[in-house]
């Protein structure tokens, strides 16, 4: 493979992993160090007095600044000097437009959210969230993302099933036309959008 050739596909990977970043929404709790970062002078004076923040959170989620995600944001001074940081209610990621992209709604069940992505025209693409549920006759967490129709976003296309147990995968996924997962694919199905 000549230069000229090597150069092309290194760009055409670079595009793709920066296109990739732009489009997966982030999630609201994947850095103390970005909230750390946005405190106030008020803020930090504030918690060095032993005192609870509660705010609203803005930061870019993007690396050009143009695609925002914000919501409420509580933090607590420990007793050991280190901060705990703990995103709650409910989160959107906004477009540079101000179109909301997608949003997450925090259940109170440790760190776990309702996560919606939207299509551009506002209507819903997918829904990600999680249910009690028992598997072999043990409690385990059973995560559901539902897949709606590009052509009828009102109704469910299919949903992946995958159920966890202390942050463990258990068994192969599965699909189903419904989210209660009684009406499961058939044998050979492809997942085609």
Not at 78 to 84: C, D, I
Not at 123 to 146: H, K, M, N, Q
Not at 174 to 180: G, I, T
Request: glycine fraction near 10%; aromatic fraction near 12%; charge should be positive.
């Amino acid at each position: 493979m000549n230069e000229w050739m090597a150069g092309l596909i290194g760009g055409l990977v670079a595009g793709g992993v920066i296109m990739l970043l732009q489009v997966l929404p982030a999630s609201p709790g994947r850095s103390d160090g970005t909230y750390r970062r946005h405190l106030t002078h008020a803020e930090k004076v504030q918690l060095q007095a032993g005192q609870t923040v509660t705010k609203t959170h803005r930061t870019a989620s993007d690396i050009w600044g143009k695609n925002h995600y914000e919501g409420p944001l509580r933090i607590e001074p420990l007793p050991n000097g280190k901060l705990r940081f703990t995103p709650y209610g409910k989160w959107q990621q906004t477009e540079s437009d101000g179109r909301v992209f997608s949003t997450w709604e925090y259940t109170g069940v440790a760190d776990e959210t309702i996560n919606r992505v939207y299509h551009p025209n506002g209507a819903p693409d997918i829904v990600l969230y999680w249910v009690p549920a028992l598997l072999e006759g043990d409690s385990v967490r059973e995560e559901r993302v539902v897949y709606f129709k590009l052509d009828s976003p009102q109704d469910t296309a299919f949903v992946q099933h995958a159920y966890y147990k202390n942050g463990k995968h258990l068994k192969k996924d599965f699909w189903s036309y419904d989210a209660r997962g009684n009406r499961p694919v058939p044998a050979g199905w492809k997942f085609v959008r």
